[in-house]
C-alpha cells in the first residue's frame, strides 16, 4: 500500500482558492449549484471496476494519476494524450509506462490513444510568434513566479483537448457496454496559481462545457489532485513521493516545454520539475542538458545498470 493522495477540509480548501488571483470562487459557486441541480451532486469517485477517460502527457503528473487510478481505485483507465511539439519525448514516456503497465494492471489497463495537437486557428498561434510581438509586450507577459510568457503558443490549447476528450469518451461509449462518466486530468493543486487554464474554476467551466457538448448531466471532469468534493490537494512534489514509493521510474516522465530528446534543464517546466524533486526529498534522476555530457552520461550509466538489476 503506498500514500493517498493528500487532503484537506473544505475551509481550508476555499481559504486557499480565495487567496489566488486568477481562481473566481463566484463562478464555481454557480456551476456546483447547477450541477448539483441536475445530478444531487458535484463530484463522485467512480466504483471500482468503472471505466474512465484520463487526459495524459507523459509527464509527472498525468502518469503517477494513471497509476493511482489503477492500484488505489480499481478503475479501468483509457488515457488520452494530445501531444505538442515535443511529441517524440511524450510519446516515448507515454510508452514506456504503457508497456509497465500492462504486466502490472492486466486487467485495468487499456492502450492510451494519441492524437496530434488540433488548434482552432493556427495563424492565431502564428501571430503570437511574428516579429509584431515587441519585446515590451513579451516583458509585460512574464510570470516570475513560474518562469514563463503568458504568451506562450500551447498552454490555450487546454480548451479544446478538452473537448477532444470528451469526444473521446463518446466513441468509447457507442462501442463498450458498460458507460463511462468519468474524465480525470492531473492538474496539480498549485498549476492554477500561475496558469489560467488550469485553476480549479477553469476545471468547472470545462465541465460545464462538456456535459452541454454532451448533452449528458451525469458527465463528470475532475483532477485527481485538486478536487473541492474530495478535499484532494497535492501538489507535485506529493506526487512525486508518491510515484517513488510506488517505484515508478519517474525520469521517464518528460516535463520540458522544448522540443528535445533530454530536458534542456533551462524552461520553466524543467525548473519546476527540479524544484518540486529537492522539495520531495527525493534525488531527481532526470538528465538534463545542462548538466553537461560527463555528470549526464553518468547518470545514464547507473540508470541502466539499476534497470538491469532490477530486471526492467
Ligand atoms: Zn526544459
Redesign the pocket.
Known sequence: MFSSIPTISRDQFVARLSKRKYEDLDLVAMIERYVSKKRGFVFRMPRPGSRVVLMASGGIDSTVAWYILMKEFGLHVYPFMVTNDNHHAQVSSLSFFSKMYRKKFVDLYHAPLVVPEVTAAREIFDMKKSSELTPRAILDSYDPQHKTFNWRPGAGSVMLEAGQAALYMGSLRSRLPHAFTTIFCGVTAMDGMGVKSQTLTFLRTSLLYMMTFLADPTLQYASLYIEKETGWFARKADIIRIGVEAMLPLERTF????S?SV?????????T?RWEFKQAGVVDKTI??TEGWIRSRGKVFSQRLTGLLSGR
Not at 255 to 258: A, F, G, K, N, T
Open positions: 516535463s520540458c516545454y522544448r528535445g530536458h534542456c534543464g533551462r524552461c520553466g517546466g524543467c525548473d520539475r538534463y542538458e
